[in-house]
Structure formats: structure tokens, C-alpha cells
């Protein structure tokens, strides 16, 4: 999920009565949510689409749980030990507990890969034990519903808190709401999937992706028993014959010498890619790409040219 629900998810907790546990406690809730993105920092040596295949991997698993918020725990410790030196800490801080200061530390860290694993996109859950992909497809990578009852609950909580109001109701009504929200959405999920593989043309994969803002539709991207992925919304009856239709931009997916020629970009594209096909490019060549991110605005983030691949068309049914 994008940074401000791992950002309001961390705020919530806090306002649900965790950060009366410790000083500091809302710095380790917010920024333990979103420490586990740290590997964003791989755009600084990785080249195309190199990161693909490293994002969402070693700081998203279980070792990463354990370290990232003893890292954060004790910076965050010594930051109060420093202020304290310096009499620039602020009189109204709680006591910072160290053992509370990594416990919450943790439990935001948890919260990242449980959100990142919703969405179509996947996290490896088990690095650096296991490289497997996990995939929720419940929601879609930014909810701008969540944002708005999340980021509603969180002011409403801090607004009572200032008022001497029950603060943590709104709050914890909130998580629940947003826990029921991601129920829905789940079986919306399975409903759209089930249905997609009883329905022509019977696909051996259905995966439901969530879309933008009409959280209850879902595009379905599909792999027909012919290895060609199509995409479309299921319509009750059939799955359309989405990209297979356009089949004059599609080529046979390349065999493994031709996938060599891409070097490491086609390499951290196939192991991060989920639904892959072969597009014609306009010389002729091939273009790899990822039915997921079919998007025209986001095709060269999650694509790799093999300029000396030439694209044999796929044989007609």
C-alpha cells in the first residue's frame, strides 16, 4: 500500500491508547508502518526495472521484523537520551520505555507487510527463507477510502483528546470499520475470481484486481489454457476476449535465449512478474510486459524492450 495508509494505520494505533504506553510511542507506531520501505532506497544502484525484483523482499520479511525495530527502537531511545542531555527535552513526554518503545516499534512493522500483501502487486513474505510471492488482491494499491475514514478517525480522535473527550473510541471504531471494509473487499475478491473460472473461456488462472476508486468492481486478468493473458471485467457471462482480440500486437513469449538478451532487466521482470505476455513494438521487436500494469500511464515503469528479439505472432485459434 502507498505510504499515508501505513502512515494513518500507525497514527490509529496510537490514538486507539498505544502511545500512552511509552514516550515516543507515536514516532515508533508511525515509523515502524513504514520502515520496511527503506529498500526504496535500491533506485540509488539499481538501473530499469532492476528494483522490481528486489522491492518488497528482505525488509519485508521475518528477519526484517525483528531487526528494523530494534533499529528504529534504539535510535529513537537515544534520541530521548540526547534531548535530556542538552535540557531540550519536552517536560510533557512521557518516560521512554525501551521495551515498549520496541514492542510498538514492531507492531507497526507487522502492519506493513499485512497491508502490502492486499494488493495485486505481492510482497515476499518469507525472504530471505523462502523468494515466494504472496497475493491478497483485496484492495486496490492506493484506497482513497481508507485514506478519508482513516485520516477522518485520526483527526476526530485528536480533536477529542485536545477537548478532554474520549479519544480512543473514534479510533478503534475506526480499525475495526477499516478491518470489516478489508473483509468485503476479500470476498468481492473471491466472488470475481470463482466466477471468471466458471465462465467462458474457462481460464486455469483468474486473477480479480481491485480498481481505483469503485472499490466493488474488478478488472479480471485472466491466462487462457493457450497461455495468452487477457484482461477485462467479467460481465456475468463471459470474460471478453480483451488482449487476445488485439492479438496483432501480441507475440509467442519469447524463448529462453531470446529472454537472455535483456540481461538483468528481463531477469528481475520475470521474477517479479506475475502475468507476463509479449508485445509487438513499433520496430517489430519484443516488449515484455506485465497484464497487471497494463496501464498506457505506467507501461514503462513495468515493461523491458528486447530490441533483438523479433516477435513471431502467435497462431491463430
Known amino acids: 500500500m502507498d505510504n499515508i495508509t501505513h502512515s494513518l494505520v500507525g497514527a490509529l494505533l496510537g490514538q486507539a491508547g498505544l502511545k500512552k504506553k511509552t514516550g515516543l510511542a507515536m514516532p515508533a507506531l508511525i515509523?515502524?508502518?513504514n520502515l520496511p520501505d527503506v529498500d526504496a532506497a535500491c533506485f540509488f544502484w539499481l538501473d530499469g526495472v532492476e528494483h522490481l525484483g528486489f522491492r518488497r523482499g528482505i525488509t519485508h520479511g521475518p528477519i526484517a521484523w525483528i531487526l528494523l525495530p530494534l533499529i528504529l527502537a534504539g535510535l529513537l531511545w537515544g534520541f530521548d537520551r540526547w534531548q535530556a542531555r542538552r535540557s531540550k527535552r519536552p517536560e510533557g513526554r512521557l518516560p521512554v520505555n525501551f521495551k515498549w518503545l520496541y514492542l510498538l516499534s514492531f507492531i507497526g512493522?507487522?502492519?506493513?507487510p499485512a497491508l502490502d500483501w492486499l494488493n495485486v502487486y505481492g510482497v515476499r513474505l518469507l525472504e530471505p527463507f523462502s523468494s515466494q510471492w504472496f497475493y491478497g488482491d483485496t484492495l486496490f494499491i492506493i484506497d482513497v477510502w481508507l485514506w478519508a475514514l482513516m485520516g477522518f478517525a485520526t483527526w476526530f480522535s485528536l480533536r477529542r483528546e485536545k477537548s478532554g473527550g474520549n479519544w480512543t473510541r473514534p479510533a478503534r471504531i475506526s480499525l475495526a470499520v477499516a478491518l470489516a471494509y478489508i473483509g468485503v473487499n476479500w470476498l468481492i475478491t473471491e466472488y470475481h475470481s470463482d466466477m471468471a473460472q466458471l465462465h467462458e473461456p474457462y481460464p486455469d488462472i483468474a486473477i480479480a484486481s481491485p480498481q481505483?476508486?469503485?472499490?466493488w468492481e474488478r478488472e479480471i486478468i485472466a491466462r487462457k489454457n493457450d497461455g495468452v493473458w487477457i484482461?477485462?471485467?467479467?460481465n456475468g457471462r463471459d470474460i471478453g476476449s480483451g488482449y487476445r482480440a488485439n492479438s496483432a500486437n501480441l507475440c509467442q513469449f519469447p524463448k529462453a535465449d531470446g529472454l537472455a538478451t535483456g540481461g538483468s532487466q528481463s531477469a528481475a521482470f520475470l521474477f517479479w512478474s506475475r502475468a507476463p505476455f509479449a508485445e509487438r513494438a513499433a520496430d517489430g521487436s519484443v516488449i515484455l510486459r506485465d497484464a497487471r500494469f497494463y496501464d498506457p500511464r505506467a507501461r514503462d515503469r513495468f515493461a523491458v524492450a528486447l530490441p533483438d528479439v523479433k516477435c513471431e505472432e502467435i497462431p491463430a485459434e
Open 31 to 33: 515509523i515502524g508502518a
Open 212 to 215: 481505483p476508486l469503485t472499490f
Open 109 to 112: 512493522c507487522l502492519t506493513h
Open 231 to 234: 484482461s477485462t471485467a467479467w
